[in-house]
């Protein structure tokens, strides 16, 4: 190495320190002016000067960063439901004996300590959110610390484990993006290691995630032909991640074949891949004794967890409010509403949900469970609303690889040996929506088309973040009995039958029930750029013969709309067509009759679209949105800037970060099912080599 290149190298690394020490002084400063306040707050005696203030910041930093180490590995030793209490009391001696050295200080008590110091942490996690500066210390100690104490073992166990890590929504283009520009740098640094191989998969039609986890995780998922959809039986609106209805699509799909049968643990999932130990998966929320830790108890007890979730939050909530006025200002498009109650909803994906799934994963490993899958949500849910590759939704994706890093290291104290896998059930493809383009919704140019011979009801969602906390609220309520009389209290305005329904903008009955559309004889409904036309008058599937007998303008009307690409209807002579506006194609014969309106998406398309026809709840009409064949932009029937759902764009190609020791049977994945089959071979290859 040169002089002058080992002259930079130093000059780098002395800049990055002083900033880094620039970014402490900041959060000192901060602390300083808040420990103020609360200590005026707390007494009437004369209140410490700032400057004192601050010089009781920096000495309590120091003696964290010199004494605590030591200290906290004495506290491990306590048992696991003793360690908040012994933490709170630890962090309260250390303000106490700051307050004695410390002229100008008026901390009365153990509680008023213990207090300003949980208040003072989430300040501390609050300012080092905004400015990027990494916990992972306090993380180790006072996170991993009870976990720690609860699952120590000294004997090895033989044969490798798995950790199946999603990010859900993320596309191999995205992430290869990511990593370019800084963004996962532990995901990289695998990849550039040769640890880890990353390859792109083909996920079904259509593209979201109850149809590709119910492949992945329980190894079937015929039946599930979009997000939400009506079933013509049941005369009602289907929602994969209802709790009722999850578990429903869970019954139906078990096979005794589920990827965590043996042993396993799904934390934060759509459906549980039939592990015996199961928590926050939406599929088996309503079942009684689905898991033998106490997770949430080990969580929600720690007084550290519950300040930087908190500071977390509200961290996460002023970025939203921020990236979303810049956008205003910058005149981003395309783009959607962000305001109004839309934050704290992101907030709660991208905090809460994220820092449960990496606490109660590491809970795993330290157990030495053979086979995890979690579901990180955060990044999904953002670029829904921000967009796939812009800032906001890449700096979600920096706090997910953050803590895969620490599970990484996690795995490398756990009693057995593991291998770590990194994937997505899925991408998203970008665009203005239908509406911002056309002017109309969907279900307004049916209406149109159908010139008034019925009435047609759109239901369009963008409300999974809701469903989501709704979820979690529904788990605590049946799974903790600690907290389960406190919610039913709290709640009951928002309980229907065993589940909580949290919805601003609908009746909780209504939707924990089902919408059953009563004020509509024609059914539109949307999953991204994939819509689903029902006609509920009908108890069985209309041919394409029957829609254009009794609504002779639809299919061409559809079809020539400049926003869709296609529709597909079947045939009661020819089976499933494709129609375009210049043509049309002929599945069961792979024939074309002018322009194909298959040409512009992947090769497998037609092969999808075949499947998904085959269906037995299939719509009437299928209707998929245009697609740039230059930039891979879709049009989303939901008002949604990234979207997944139907085919075209980046909302199909998914990805596998696998170890590089593990061999893929198939070098290109088509389908979920088929994803399966490749996890389940591994596990089942690792079972076999630790018994021999």
């Known amino acids: 190495m040169s002089r002058r290149t080992t002259l930079s190298f130093r000059l780098k690394a002395v800049g990055s320190a002083a900033d880094i020490a620039i970014r402490h002084a900041m959060v000192w400063v901060v602390q300083a002016l808040v420990l103020t306040l609360m200590i005026g707050a707390f007494t009437d005696d004369a209140v410490p000067s700032y400057g004192e203030a601050l010089i009781g910041i920096i000495l309590i930093a120091g003696m964290n960063t010199a004494v605590q180490p030591a200290l906290i590995g004495l506290v491990v030793r306590f048992k696991a439901w003793l360690f908040p209490v012994v ?35 989430a300040v501390a996690t609050f300012m080092g959110t905004l400015l990027s500066i990494s916990d992972d210390g306090a993380w180790r100690r006072f996170a991993l610390g009870p976990l720690r104490a609860r699952y120590e073992r000294h004997e090895p166990i033989d044969g490798y484990g798995f950790a199946f890590l999603e990010i859900d929504g993320l596309s191999e283009p995205i992430l290869r993006q990511a990593m370019d520009r800084g963004y996962t740098p532990h995901l990289k640094a695998w990849l550039d290691a040769g640890t880890h191989t990353l390859t792109d998969w083909e996920c079904d039609l259509s593209s979201q995630t109850s149809a590709s986890q119910a492949g992945i995780l329980m190894g079937a998922n015929r039946n599930i032909p979009a997000f939400r959809w009506y079933d013509k039986q049941q005369d009602r609106v289907i929602v994969s991640n209802r709790p009722g209805d999850a578990a429903r699509l869970q019954e139906s799909l078990t096979t005794g074949a589920g990827l965590l049968i043996d042993g396993g643990a799904s934390r934060g999932n759509l459906f549980s891949g039939e592990a015996p130990d199961s928590l926050f998966t939406i ?98 849910e953002v670029a829904h609303h921000s967009g796939i590759a812009r800032g906001d939704a890449l700096r979600v994706l920096r706090d997910i690889d953050r803590d895969i890093g620490r599970l990484h ?57 809701w469903q989501s906390l709704s979820a979690l609220l529904t788990d605590l309520l049946h799974q903790d009995p600690r907290t389960g009389s406190r919610l039913q209290r709290t709640l009951q305005k928002r309980i229907v039958g065993e589940e909580v329904v949290l919805d601003p903008k609908g009746s909780p009955r209504r939707q924990a029930e089902g919408d059953k559309g009563d004020n509509g004889r024609v059914l539109v409904l949307a999953s991204g750029n994939l819509g689903l036309i029902s006609f509920r008058q009908w108890s069985h599937r209309l041919s394409m013969e029957d829609i ?38 002929i599945l069961e014969e792979n024939r074309v009759e002018g322009t194909d309106p298959l040409g512009g998406f992947r090769t497998h398309a037609a092969d999808h679209l075949r499947r998904a026809d085959a269906f037995d709840n299939a719509p009437d009409i299928y ?70």
């Open 87 to 121: 933490t709170f009391l630890l962090n309260a001696a250390v303000f106490l004996l700051a307050d004695a050295l410390v002229p100008g200080w008026r901390i009365n008590g153990v509680l008023q300590a213990g207090v300003v110091a949980l208040v003072l942490t």
């Open 283 to 380: 599929g088996t929320i309503l079942q009684p004794a689905r898991s033998n830790t106490s997770a949430y108890f080990f969580f929600y007890a720690n007084f550290y967890n519950i300040s930087r979730t908190l500071a977390l939050f509200g961290a996460d909530v002023v970025r939203e409010l921020a990236a979303s006025l810049w956008q205003l200002l910058r005149n981003e498009r395309p783009r959607v509403r962000r305001f109004g109650i839309y934050p704290l909803v992101r907030a709660a994906t991208t905090s809460l949900l994220r820092e449960l799934s990496t606490f109660t994963v590491a809970g795993d490993l330290m157990r030495g469970v053979p086979a995890i899958y979690t579901t990180y949500i955060a990044y999904d």
């Open 548 to 585: 254009e007998s009794v609504y002779p303008t639809l299919l061409a009307g559809l079809a020539r709309h400049p926003g869709v690409g296609f529709v597909m209807v079947r045939s009661d002579v020819h089976g499933p067509v494709v129609i375009g506006a210049d043509g049309l194609r």
């Open 409 to 465: 290291r996690v795995a490398a104290e756990s009693p057995r040996p593991y291998h770590l896998v990194v994937l997505s059930d899925h991408g998203q493809s970008q665009g203005a929506t239908f509406r911002q383009r056309y002017g109309r919704t969907l279900g307004e140019v049916v209406e149109l088309l159908l010139a008034g011979e019925d009435q047609v009801r759109e239901y369009i969602s963008t409300d999974e973040g």
């Open 623 to 692: 209707v998929n949105s245009m697609v740039d064949p230059d930039t891979g932009e879709v049009a989303a029937f939901e008002e949604l800037v990234g979207s997944h759902g139907g085919l075209g764009g980046g909302q199909t190609s998914p990805f596998l970060l696998f170890p590089s020791s593990l061999q893929l049977a198939s070098a290109h994945l088509r389908g979920a099912e088929q994803v399966h089959g490749e996890l389940k071979r591994w596990i089942v290859e690792a079972q076999e080599t630790r018994g021999a």
